[in-house]
T-cell receptor, first 115, second 114 residues
Framework: GAGVSQTPSNKVTEKGKYVELRCDPISGHTALYWYRQSLGQGPEFLIYFQGTGAADDSGLPNDRFFAVRPEGSVSTLKIQRTERGDSAVYLC?????????????FGPGTRLTVL | AQKVTQAQTEISVVEKEDVTLDCVYETRDTTYYLFWYKQPPSGELVFLIRRNSFDEQNEISGRYSWNFQKSTSSFNFTITASQVVDSAVYFCALSEGTGNQFYFGTGTSLTVIP
């Protein structure tokens, strides 16, 4: 079956602009996660959705970052007033129930470059 | 404090050599789960294995094997008879029973030289 998909695969923007990154999880997966991966680092947790609600947003770095999942499927990560330090690969993952034991399946990522 | 430590940043081996990737974790939870993922140059994280804290049995899958030792808080990954296609960055991750997020190590970049 289809895996996690993310669009766009690459996004180049200018400092101060607003961007939206989209994630389409595996069908039937109730849990969705966003991570950020900087060069040479492992993914860092941003936010976790269980259904439509953000169950844990403790990883969001500041209030410029926001994510939604209005129908419990597709999610959008929104970044306002982008800064050069936001440049990274943004990874989305989904899991069946959102349990600690569940395997998270990752998408290919969106590479964001802020000039 | 880093919950998952992968001390080896880069490893190079010649094809057909065996290689072990180290992973040391830290948690206060008695229930936790450990994972290994492979990230090839294409960038997508590929799930390899999951172990829970109650099962210390080592596992073998083809050329891959995993050694889980609670006494040393380690979950090491060995590739036997390495191949060029094994070249990738490998990440170890921890999921705690009290949470949902994964804590990833910084990864080990493996290069297999033909």
């Amino acid at each position: 079956g289809a895996g996690v998909s993310q669009t766009p695969s690459n996004k180049v923007t200018e400092k101060g602009k607003y961007v939206e990154l989209r994630c389409d999880p595996i069908s039937g997966h109730t849990a969705l996660y966003w991570y950020r991966q900087s060069l040479g680092q492992g993914p860092e947790f941003l936010i976790y959705f269980q259904g439509t609600g953000a169950a844990d947003d403790s990883g969001l770095p500041n209030d410029r970052f926001f994510a939604v999942r209005p129908e419990g499927s597709v999610s959008t990560l929104k970044i306002q007033r982008t800064e050069r330090g936001d440049s990274a690969v943004y990874l989305c993952a989904s899991s069946l129930w959102g349990l600690a034991t569940d395997t998270q399946y990752f998408g290919p990522g969106t590479r964001l470059t802020v000039l | 404090a880093q919950k998952v430590t992968q001390a080896q940043t880069e490893i190079s081996v010649v094809e057909k050599e065996d290689v072990t990737l180290d992973c040391v974790y830290e948690t206060r939870d008695t229930t936790y789960y450990l994972f290994w993922y492979k990230q090839p140059p294409s960038g997508e994280l590929v799930f390899l294995i999951r172990r829970n804290s109650f099962d210390e049995q080592n596992e073998i899958s083809g050329r891959y094997s995993w050694n889980f030792q609670k006494s040393t808080s380690s979950f090491n990954f060995t590739i036997t008879a390495s191949q060029v296609v094994d070249s990738a960055v490998y990440f170890c991750a921890l999921s705690e029973g009290t949470g949902n997020q994964f804590y990833f190590g910084t990864g080990t970049s493996l290069t297999v030289i033909p």
